[in-house]
């Protein structure tokens, strides 16, 4: 089975769903990516399983958020006021508790 076939299969959307997201071939690509170029580069480096598990992660997390906040067309600034809001909210009640 080719990357293509594999990734059509693993994306659950319709047909149109996969030709407007990419959402295709995109897990596919990098985890061979990952497997074969960066994992192989990191150990080299010096970098732990965990430290790799631990930056997977946060790739994942991070690519996840971007493409559900630039797939709304979220207002950046409103995102920004309203993060650093919550933020605020979140240092004032852990003082408050301390």
Known sequence: MSIQDAGVLACNG?????KHTGGDYSAITWD????????????????????IREAVAMAAISRHWSTVLNGMQ???NAFKSDTDAVLKLAGEKA????
Do not use: F, I, Q, S
């Open 95 to 98: 003082k408050a508790t301390n």
């Open 32 to 51: 061979e990516v990952l497997a074969m170029v960066l994992e192989p580069a990191a150990k080299a480096n010096g970098a732990t399983d965990e430290e």
């Open 74 to 76: 979220v207002d950046l």
């Open 14 to 18: 319709n047909a149109d769903t996969r």
